[in-house]
Every structure is written in C-alpha cells, then in structure tokens.
C-alpha cells in the first residue's frame, strides 16, 4: 500500500484514510513521493514495472511522481481520485506508461469516462467513503452553535443570493472568504467544526467547476458532514443515492435560497430524524473498512488463469 505522505491539504484526509484501513486488513505501508519518484518525473522516465507484487496507488490527480517511486517497489494498482475530463488524457498517458492494469474509480462516471477513452484494464467502481469512527455525532441540529457550514469548493450561484440576502449575517456560518482558504486548519478542528455545524452545504464539482466536465461524483465532505450527523443541503450526485438507496440530501433550491434555508434553519428539529438515518446508514455503506475488504478480495482473489485481475470490465 502506497503510503504518499506528507498529508499536503485536508482533501487527503480521505487518502490517509484509505491508507488506514488497508493496512488493517494486512497491506503493507510503502512511502512514495519522494525524491526519486520527483527526479524520474523531471527526466521523462518510466520505470520497468516487472514487479510481480501488486503496490495500490492511491491518486488525487494523475501525480506522475508518486506512481513512479510505487512502480520500483511492485506493480502499480491505482485508486483513482479527480478524473475529470479536461486531466483524462494525462491519466491515460500515465497508466498507459507504468502499464496499469487496474483501476479503482471513485465514480461511475470517471469509469466511464477512461474507458470510452480507450483504457483497456480493469475498471473497477469503488465508492467514496470515510472513516465514520473518526468522527462525532455531535449534539441534536438544535443544539449547534454553527448554523451553515460551506466547506471547500463554494458555489456562488447559492451562497451569494444567501449572502446577499443578509441571512449569513444573522446566523453563525462558516465559508471561504477567499477561494483556496482552509476553514479549519488542523484535523481536530476539522471534526470539532463539523459536530458543531448544523447545515453542510455541498455540491458536487460538476456543478461547482463546470469548466471540468461533466464528470459527477460525490466527495468526502457528504460522508463526513453525515458522519458529524449534519444536514446535508445541496445536491446528491446519482452514486450516492444508488450507494444509499435513497437521497440523504436536501436538493437546494436554486431559485430560492435564501427561503429555503431560513425555512430550514427556522425548522431543523424536523429534520432530526432523517439526519439520524443517515448517520446510521454512512456506518452501513460508507465506511473505508468495506471498501478496504473488497479491496482486498480483488487483489487477492486469482483469475481463472491463475493470474491477478488484469482483463477488461
């Protein structure tokens, strides 16, 4: 298990997470990222993958650096974060050049999008998910002292008819208030901001960055918001609803957002129950120790031909 550390940004927390849970089910921690795997980048290089030992890969982004220095340790298996279409040739010339043969893919529509491209391994849907003991529930909605919390990408088309309408003035809220800006700057801080939030705003970066693509998926921030126990508002991508079974997400209202979020916040004792559902349900289906066990029965589990997974889905 590639273990690309440091952690540079809290959107690797899911990165550390995954690195977790694998090694609990009996992978072996390998640090990459280092000078080599940087200094075979700089020179256009790509090493041999002759390796029979298969290395995970987990990548936010096609970071050439960090496959190069797993592929001199073993035979590089990628788990594939941010495929979006306007980075899909550079993944494909990446795996292409360290001869991947398979992929995990944090979104059906990314699986998609690298075999219509013409990526002929293993494709293999692995749904997002978080570590939910990390986590705490927190109190009741009512009780929070955080009313809105918009963390990460912000989209402007909602946040600034709520701004403008003076609501976030007159609520506790957090968001950025310059685009990049960490909101809460260490983990612990992180989790304390998330038990103490009521609302958590998320949509996906399809909608967001437009400019990416088309390529919808949901992120870490949904698990973890309902993991916090927080009501989630935005936009359910259709991979978490299929992974959920229904839609743990209030669809905002573009139209209206400002109503409809004094609406909620004037009523979030009723939406009590349903956030407990959902913290009860990313505990049965959002969890990276599932994801780690079908992990591990993939890579462990021969092919008929005595070989590891290396043909076509």
């Known amino acids: 298990m590639a273990s690309p550390r440091p952690w540079e940004h809290p959107s690797f927390y899911p990165v550390e997470a995954v690195v977790g849970a694998v090694s609990a089910q009996g992978g072996r921690r390998v640090r990459v990222g280092g000078m080599y795997g940087r200094g075979v980048t700089r020179l256009g290089l790509s090493p041999s993958v002759s390796r029979s030992r298969q290395i995970l890969v987990p990548l936010m982004g096609p970071r050439r650096h960090q496959i190069a220095d797993a592929a ?14 306007d980075s899909v040739a550079e993944w494909i010339d990446l795996l292409r050049d360290f001869r991947v043969q398979v992929v995990f893919c ?31 529930p927190g109190t009741r ?18 946040h600034d008819p709520v701004q403008r309408s003076g609501l976030l003035g007159n609520v506790k809220s957090r968001y950025e208030l310059e685009r990049g800006q960490v909101i809460f700057d260490t983990r612990d801080d992180l989790i ?43 936009h359910a991508p259709a991979d978490l609803i299929e992974l959920f079974g229904y839609n743990p997400v209030i669809e905002a209202d573009i139209h209206d957002a400002p109503g409809q ?7 979030l004792g009723s939406y009590q129950d349903f956030v407990d559902r959902n913290l009860e349900r990313v505990k049965q289906v959002g969890d990276w120790r599932q994801r780690a066990e079908y992990i591990a029965d993939v890579l462990l589990t021969p092919q008929q031909d005595g070989s590891s997974p290396g043909g076509s889905h």
């Open 72 to 85: 001199i340790r073993g035979r590089p298996v990628v788990l594939a974060w941010d495929v979006w279409q």
């Open 106 to 136: 944090t979104s059906t529509a990314a699986q998609e999008l690298l075999r219509e491209r013409g990526f002929e391994g293993d494709l293999l849907y692995l749904p997002e998910a978080t570590s939910v003991a990390s986590y705490r």
């Open 141 to 158: 909605l009512t009780e929070r002292a955080i009313q809105v919390l918009e963390l990460g990408r912000r989209w402007d088309a909602w």
């Open 192 to 234: 304390d901001g998330f038990a103490s939030s009521a609302v958590s705003v998320c949509f996906p970066r399809s909608v967001t960055h437009p400019a990416a693509g088309e390529v919808e998926t949901f992120t870490h921030r949904y698990l973890e918001s309902m993991a916090s126990g927080c009501l989630v508002l935005g």
């Open 261 to 267: 979020l004094r609406a909620i916040l004037n009523n």
